[in-house]
């Protein structure tokens, strides 16, 4: 800890990642108050489509000012942090026609991206609860939010709540975060009433009026 203000110059240098590409090349001066021990220097990080290994740089001390240099080198890895797409539970009731269920990218991408889906399994039975369905989810450039949406068959049976599995796969300019999601069919059926109707007995039925 100084008693008096302490500066040092610093400046990014190139390892694996290279700036333009990977982040913007910084330098300056860090300057610390009497009795300031922590300072941080910020490095932005450029983010691309391209799914590639950690990358690192190095950040350079200088011309210290009312200090020495004990370590003037720090090594910097960019952590790769590749689009992803996922999808997501949903619920619906058996009479609303279908069941919505939402797929997503952690962030939009600069090239169209798209993943197949397809109904892999649940409580739910095909073509008696629900239409057999896969298709193709496309998200347009700088888009992040896309539907899936699976035929229901509505019925009179009372039947409870039943699920329906959807499973991503085989994408395209990206890469699968949650591959799997659960649909709940919510069994809407109103339940049968029993209705009691009293019987009157008549002792004379020749005089009795109903």
Same mark, same amino acid.
């Given at each position: ?7 040092? +110059? ?8 290279? +700036? ?15 009795? #300031? ?8 990080? +450029? ?7 950690? #990358? ?88 992040? @939010? ?18 329906? @599995? ?31 109707? +009293? ?12």
């Amino acid at each position: 800890m100084s008693t008096v203000r302490v500066g040092v +110059a610093y400046a990014t240098q190139d390892g694996t990642a290279k +700036a333009g590409a990977d982040y913007t090349r910084t330098m300056g001066t860090l300057v610390f108050a009497p009795r #300031e021990t922590m300072r941080h220097i910020w490095v932005p990080v +450029a983010r691309d489509d391209v799914v590639e290994e950690d #990358e690192g740089l190095v950040v350079r001390l200088s011309a210290p000012e009312h200090a020495m240099l004990l370590d003037a080198e720090g090594d910097v890895t960019i952590k790769d942090d590749p689009i992803a797409v996922s999808i997501y539970d949903g619920t619906g009731a058996e009479s609303s026609e279908e069941l919505v269920m939402a797929v997503r990218l952690n962030y939009g991408s600069t090239k169209v991206v798209s993943v197949q889906f397809a109904v892999t399994g649940g409580t739910a039975t095909s073509d008696v609860d629900y239409e057999s369905t896969q298709g193709l989810v496309v998200f347009e450039t700088g888009s992040t @939010e896309a539907q899936v949406r699976i035929p229901l068959i509505d019925d009179d049976l009372q039947e409870g709540d039943e699920t329906i @599995e959807v499973t991503l796969s085989n994408p395209t300019n990206t890469q699968i975060g949650q591959a799997i999601a659960t649909g709940t069919i919510v069994d809407d059926n109103t339940a049968p009433g029993v209705q009691v109707r +009293a019987i009157l007995g008549c002792r004379r039925p020749r005089r009795c009026l109903w």
